[in-house]
């Protein structure tokens, strides 16, 4: 999919409702973009979908700095008020800028050979004719 050149007003909106005046409601950030208080965010929001994606991705990423410096501050200070929430309120915001835990699996084997079980093979079935 090509990326479209948004318009001064797209571009207004998207910058608006990342701001702290609006933060994130789409429709204080359509009447700070300048559109008309009559036409409809829902309409503004599908039509400009992929690039509000690749905004929140940036916003969450600019946060997550902060995330990890609070996340850090926890071994500073285990016992300060709401440290619960605030471990998981950093962590998902660190797994959604993509800076997920991962798990590393590790494989080796002695000589790369794989060997596969004996196959069980069923036996057919007799014919009724031959018992005859």
């Known amino acids: 999919m090509e990326k479209r050149e948004l318009?001064?007003?797209?571009?207004a909106f998207i910058e608006a409702l990342f701001s702290d005046e609006a933060a994130g409601d789409a429709r204080k950030a359509k009447e700070i973009a300048g559109y008309s208080p009559?036409?409809?965010?829902?309409?503004?929001?599908k039509r400009l979908e992929s690039e509000i994606i690749a905004a929140t991705k940036q916003f969450f990423s600019e946060k997550a700095p902060k995330a990890a410096w609070k996340l850090a501050g926890v071994?500073?200070?285990?016992?300060?008020?709401?440290?619960?929430?605030?471990?998981?309120?950093?962590?998902?915001?660190?797994?959604?800028?993509?800076?997920?835990?991962t798990e590393k699996v590790e494989l080796s084997?002695?000589?790369?050979?794989?060997?596969?079980?004996?196959?069980?093979?069923?036996?057919?079935p007799e014919d009724e004719d031959e018992e005859a």
């Open 7 to 11: 318009n001064e007003r797209e571009k």
């Open 38 to 45: 009559t036409y409809p965010a829902s309409v503004l929001v």
């Open 75 to 101: 071994l500073d200070d285990p016992a300060q008020i709401g440290v619960k929430e605030l471990v998981n309120a950093s962590k998902d915001l660190l797994d959604r800028a993509g800076l997920a835990k």
């Open 109 to 124: 084997t002695e000589n790369g050979l794989f060997i596969l079980p004996a196959k069980v093979v069923s036996p057919e």
